[in-house]
């Protein structure tokens, strides 16, 4: 294993955003990052300003149109995307190692989520060489073809969990489908996307692009987020984050009559059903909820276990989950890491306290950790809850942290109709050996991802997205392009007559 390199160490970038291809400090408010494990300041960050914002976009609107962008073709531009990724790659241990300082991860995640960025970048170029159009079957004297352009400048605004993968997640085929990209990181971490953008700037200096091509923008959702998403420039804004942000966006959109793609928040069920392997199950359900400390839209933070399993199971189940190992992130041996942020942290704590006014009996955590080494950090024990009915809101609503609700189901209908009662629809967990069970259930969950005796696990090729309030649009896939792009369809005439209307 790679040693934690000391915090001296730590690939902080100075205090400057990219606005209109220049990397210069932005002229709003200076927020501080905080490393989640030590509460210590990591860096300050100026904020860029709705002025900035609109020079930036105005920029981003040029890049887009410069023939040395707009005149490449696909295999043209994927050479950016696969530079990019080999910078990632170079740069992987520092990213790796930023992105725990600024959210707390555990490095062996972080690690695995910069590979995931480059191999996302990879991936999309190879997509982007071998895409396809399409000549669409004649009805008439003419030949039909149907294609893709760019939509020009596209929004990028990501929440704070997973920085460097979902910006690779929008980034990629943004660029591939030969636009300009305005970034907004999440306030509380900004530090890996402002690193990332320097690589993108040295790949797109290196191959002689302009580097307004992308904007990194930190700053407030209510300011730099809604000025990108109002801005007359922007044709589409993608959007990761929380499902009443989601909301207010789209509302935004629809004014301008611009396309939006919401990936938003979950509330997803684990579902083990009484012939299940126990303990593939009983590990699949606390990597499911537990990694990354619970803050991740997929978390299966509801587990439903049949009836006749349910004591036992969930025995069980409390015995490990006091067992996990609480630390920093820095720490190999760590499986539940601090959280973002110290008001993240409070927020959690604040929802196992009203499960515990509903009723709740707490069989596992349920508290900050007792110790000196956790005093200054944003920690919370994994806790495990029953006890209550699927109507509680602990049940109902998104926690973002590690604690998971247990409840029991006495058959199929009931399982379904339990784990459908959620405004949510963005992912499940199947754990048994019944294939048939577990067709007919994934078919019939609300979710956009259903794993079957398995959890967590993510391929760029497989699309994701969200029903219900978890969101709207696919990302991923050789069609997660597409999203970044308009479609248009030509008509060659071939007939050598003209045509009989006016004669
Ligand atoms: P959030 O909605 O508070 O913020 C997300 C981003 O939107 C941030 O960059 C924020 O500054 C910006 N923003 C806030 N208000 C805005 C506005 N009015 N206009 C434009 N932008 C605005 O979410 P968060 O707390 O950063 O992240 C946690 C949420 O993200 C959870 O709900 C989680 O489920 C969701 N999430 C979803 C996915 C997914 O793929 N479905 C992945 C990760 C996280």
């Known amino acids: 294993m790679t040693p934690t390199p000391p915090?001296?160490?730590?690939?902080?970038?100075?205090?400057?955003?990219?606005?209109?291809?220049?990397?210069?400090?932005?002229?709003?408010?200076?927020?501080?990052?905080?490393?989640?494990?030590?509460?210590?300041?990591?860096?300050?960050?100026?904020?860029?300003?709705?002025?900035?914002?609109?020079?930036?976009?105005?920029?981003?609107a040029r890049a887009a149109a410069d023939p040395r962008w707009r005149d490449l073709l696909p295999h043209q531009r994927a050479r950016l995307l696969t530079r990019i990724a080999e910078l990632i790659d170079a740069e992987g241990g520092r990213l790796a190692a930023l992105q725990t300082a600024d959210t707390g991860k555990a490095l062996t995640e972080t690690r695995a989520l910069?590979?995931?960025?480059?191999?996302?970048?990879?991936?999309?170029?190879?997509?982007?060489?071998?895409?396809?159009?399409?000549?669409?079957?004649?009805?008439?004297?003419?030949?039909?073809?149907?294609?893709?352009?760019?939509?020009?400048?596209?929004?990028?605004?990501?929440?704070?969990?997973?920085?460097?993968?979902?910006?690779?997640?929008?980034?990629?085929?943004?660029?591939?489908?030969?636009?300009?990209?305005?970034?907004?990181?999440?306030?509380?971490?900004?530090?890996?996307?402002?690193?990332?953008?320097?690589?993108?700037?040295?790949?797109?200096?290196?191959?002689?692009?302009?580097?307004?091509?992308?904007?990194?923008?930190?700053?407030?959702?209510?300011?730099?987020?809604?000025?990108i998403v109002r801005d007359p420039r922007v044709g589409k804004v993608s959007f990761t984050g929380g499902t009443s942000t989601g909301r207010t966006l789209a509302h935004a959109a629809a004014e301008k009559l611009m396309p939006v793609s919401l990936e938003l928040g979950g509330k997803s069920p684990t579902v083990v059903l009484a012939d299940a392997d126990v303990e593939q199950a009983l590990a699949g359900v606390m990597f499911g909820v537990f990694s990354s400390s619970g803050q991740s839209c997929i978390a299966g933070s509801r587990l439903f276990v049949a009836r006749a399993l349910y004591d036992d199971f969930v025995g069980e189940l409390a015995e490990r989950v006091r067992k996990l190992r609480v630390g920093p992130g820095t720490d190999p041996a760590t499986q539940v890491a601090p959280l973002v942020h110290h008001r993240h942290r409070d927020a959690v704590a604040a929802y196992v306290d009203l499960a515990r006014a509903e009723g709740a009996r707490v069989l596992a955590g349920g508290a900050v950790p007792e110790g000196e080494e956790y005093a200054d950090g944003a920690y919370y024990l994994p806790t495990l809850l029953d006890g209550l009915p699927n109507s509680a809101r602990v049940c109902q609503e998104e926690i973002f942290g590690p604690v998971l609700v247990a409840l029991p189901f006495d058959d199929e209908d009931d399982l379904v109709a339990q784990a459908d009662a959620s405004v949510y629809g963005l992912a499940c967990g199947i754990w048994t050996r019944d294939h048939r069970a577990a067709w007919r259930i994934a078919r019939r969950i609300d979710a956009g991802t259903v794993w079957i005796n398995t959890y967590k696990q993510f391929s760029i090729s497989t699309p994701f997205g969200g029903m219900k309030d978890s969101g709207l649009?696919?990302?991923?896939?050789?069609?997660?392009?597409?999203?970044?792009?308009?479609?248009?369809?030509?008509?060659?005439?071939?007939?050598?007559?003209?045509?009989?209307?006016?004669?």
């Open 7 to 60: 915090d001296e160490a730590l690939p902080i970038p100075p205090d400057e955003a990219l606005i209109a291809g220049a990397w210069r400090r932005g002229a709003g408010a200076p927020t501080e990052t905080v490393d989640p494990a030590t509460g210590r300041p990591l860096a300050t960050v100026h904020a860029a300003t709705v002025e900035e914002v609109a020079e930036a976009a105005e920029a981003a």
């Open 114 to 227: 910069v590979a995931s960025a480059a191999g996302t970048f990879r991936y999309t170029a190879a997509a982007l060489e071998t895409a396809e159009e399409a000549i669409t079957p004649a009805r008439g004297a003419y030949v039909t073809m149907s294609v893709y352009e760019p939509i020009g400048v596209v929004g990028a605004i990501n929440p704070w969990n997973s920085p460097v993968a979902s910006d690779a997640q929008k980034l990629a085929p943004a660029l591939a489908g030969g636009n300009a990209v305005l970034l907004k990181p999440a306030d509380w971490t900004p530090l890996v996307s402002l690193a990332l953008g320097r690589l993108v700037t040295r790949a797109l200096d290196e191959l002689g692009l302009p580097t307004a091509l992308l904007a990194v923008l930190p700053g407030r959702g209510s300011v730099v987020g809604d000025a």
């Open 473 to 503: 649009g696919r990302e991923k896939g050789r069609d997660g392009i597409r999203q970044y792009q308009r479609q248009k369809s030509l008509y060659w005439g071939t007939s050598e007559s003209p045509l009989p209307w006016a004669n």
